[in-house]
């Protein structure tokens, strides 16, 4: 079937919750490990019916954010996931409890505990209202950025739209496609700030209430990591900065050579030769024949699956008005169908999204008869395997994606996944700094970024633009945004 056709319907949330207890009930009543088995298949069911509406939704909402029906959906289920959340944590808490519980883990293995354990240490029903106050503010960001207008010599663009031109040929117009965005950023600082702020505020607010100091261990728990901690985390850092930052340092300093600029500004680091960076060479279209060609010839498995994408509309690839920024990739378990979202917008990133999100995706469609919502993906970073390894399995076949560019595209792409560790790492230690200090000012997380900045990211000149540092620190808010889509 086709995506769009696709039913939406609204779950009725009455009959969802009375449906959902009674199976609970039943599950905790249940006098033997086989009656157990039974419900917990009807309670996948039940909540692959919430999850496969939500989804949906989100798909449309993200794909036109002006849809004035799925605007209201979608504020839908920013208030009713919490309550969602609260009965799949009653769920997890039977399971741990169960009498059968030697037998329901040697059925489903031990990971699906370790979930529900780390799930439990993240809700209590006092913190409804305040997951709900916590999804409004998520919204609220994707929407200012989905809105974006910038004008550009007498043109109106939107964010994507002007990928391109920050990375022109020509200096000038880099400068002048970067000084527009930033302008953009400027006139909407105060509201992001301010959803910012409040969703900092609010996440301290839910950490305490669940007994946490702060929201540091509870955003580890969200992000299901059960075998790492922050000092881990942090050993890590060091290892990024003693041994990645300088090698990054020298990227840097060869990208300046070869493009021919002895300082190196905002503008100009995404660009990466002199010749131009390398771009498909070819439309949208051509470019999914080509993906299509590309994963007939890379395994059965890939063929299959990426068949499966095409002939089912599973993909939104292009950028338009409206669209909300970024990829994703998103699951829809009662059609078992992987969806990619992107804004293609004619650089190499549209290839890194075919060989990025169909990493995810080729991942949860290999494991889309698991049996278990729980399984469908791996952890949050694990995920990230897939995707990034996706990547690299396709190397053989970018000539037919960047013909001539080849070359240039592989040096970009592999001394990218160097750049991103300082990058990232920075970002890392950066939320480390927001949650431990719940009161700091806009200000004084400016300043903690710029010193972290520093750090982990020397080459940066950022001396003539305020808003670009100011930007770098709100855009942080983003690495949250997307895991409250993936699992209920
Ligand atoms: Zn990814």
Partial sequence: MKFDDYQYQRPAMESFEAQYKAYLNDFEAASSFEEQCQLFEKINTLRQEYTTMSNICHVRHTI??????????NNFYDDTSPSVKALTNKFYD???????????EKK??????????????TFKPTILE????????????????????IDFRGEKYTLPALTPLETSKDRQIRKEAATAKWSFYARHAKAVEDIYDKQVKLRQRIAQKLGYKNFIQL??????????????VAKFRKQVEEFIVPIASKLYERQKKRIGIENLKYYDEYFRFASGNPKPKGSSNWIVENAAKMYR???EETAAFFDFMRHNNLMDLVN?????????????PKYKAPYIFSNFNGTSGDIDVLTHEAGHAFQVFSSRNIGLNEYFWPTYEACEIHSMSMEFFTWPWMELFFKEDTDKYKFAHLSGAILFLPYGVAVDEFQHFVYENPMASPAERNEAWRNIEKKYLPHRENDDNDFFKKWRILA?????????VLLY
Avoid: H
Wanted: net charge positive; charged share 35%; aromatic share 14%.
């Fill in 64 to 73: 036109n954010t002006k849809d004035k029906f799925f605007e209201a959906e």
């Fill in 94 to 104: 039977l399971l741990l409890n169960s009498r059968f519980r030697k037998k329901l």
């Fill in 108 to 121: 489903w293995g031990n990971q699906l505990f370790v979930i529900a354990d780390l799930s439990l240490k």
């Fill in 130 to 149: 305040d997951l709900k106050e916590e999804n409004k503010l998520t919204s609220e960001y994707v929407k200012i950025k989905a809105a974006a207008k």
């Fill in 219 to 232: 955003g580890y728990a969200r992000m299901l990591r059960s075998d790492y901690n922050d000092e881990m």
């Fill in 297 to 299: 010839e890379l395994s």
């Fill in 320 to 332: 338009k008005e409206g669209k909300a920024t970024g990829g994703y990739c998103m699951f829809i």
């Fill in 476 to 484: 942080k808010a983003k690495s949250y945004f997307y895991y409250s």
